[in-house]
């Protein structure tokens, strides 16, 4: 009996859970969205794998109603700006939390899709049905009331100062900070203090993240031009 009702609790529970492997997340969030009336979903810029996701945003669906919130990091990626700006009016509605965040998607009170491992979905996911979509969903409607409202008029530049832009782009193209500090006249702990603030503000612990990062939000263009513009 004690094993039946075992045997019993197993299958209840993986009929409420579906492991996704990464090559399966994408395709399953779009079966979902195109069934969903309303989308909840939570996007941060605290890895690499997010800044791929980031411009993807399938829960932004036309003719879907979407609660996007995102983290200060995320809020600066042009990409994911630019996919704001395109939405339907009135349909997506957007908010800045403080804190990073991990992504997840929630599709009506139905579904869930959550992270497998890190913050990212690059790595798979899990598919969560009702009744455990629930304390998912309370957790979004937490986070979504202590943030901000996204700026409508959020300006259009990188938010680089000029310096900063000018060793950013010279360090993505595989500059030393020496050979920073002797293009740009500066000394090399000018160029040292630059890349920390840069690193701190975009939430990376290493240079090649750092390029990568400003590439993927548009502030630099991959061979380490401002966005935008054309290289040498």
Request: glycine share 10%.
């Amino acid at each position: 009996m004690l094993l039946e009702t075992s045997t019993r609790r197993l299958h209840h529970s993986t009929d409420l859970v579906e492991v996704l492997d990464p090559t399966l997340v994408a395709r399953r969030i779009s079966q979902l969205a195109a069934t969903a009336t309303m989308m909840r979903s939570t996007v941060g810029g605290g890895d690499e794998q997010q800044d791929r996701d980031q411009t993807a945003l399938p829960e932004i669906t036309p003719g879907k109603v979407s609660h996007v919130l995102i983290d200060p990091i995320a809020a600066r990626c042009f990409a994911l700006r630019s996919r704001f700006a395109d939405a339907a009016p009135g349909m997506v509605r957007v908010r800045v939390h403080p804190d990073p965040l991990h992504r997840i998607i929630l599709f009506d009170d139905r579904y869930a899709v959550v992270p497998l491992a890190g913050v990212g979905l690059g790595g798979g996911g899990l598919l969560l049905r009702h009744p455990l979509t629930t304390p998912w969903l309370h957790l979004f409607t937490q986070l979504w009331a202590n943030s901000r409202r996204f700026p409508p008029t959020f300006h259009e530049n990188s938010g680089l100062t000029a310096r900063e832009q000018q060793v950013a782009s010279l360090l993505v193209r595989g500059a030393t900070d020496h050979q920073v500090a002797s293009r740009l006249g500066v000394s090399a702990r000018t160029v040292r203090t630059v890349v920390s603030g840069l690193q701190q503000r975009y939430g990376t612990n290493s240079r090649m993240a750092l390029g990568f990062r400003l590439a993927g939000c548009g502030v630099l263009s991959p061979d380490g031009t401002p966005a935008g513009t054309a290289g040498p």
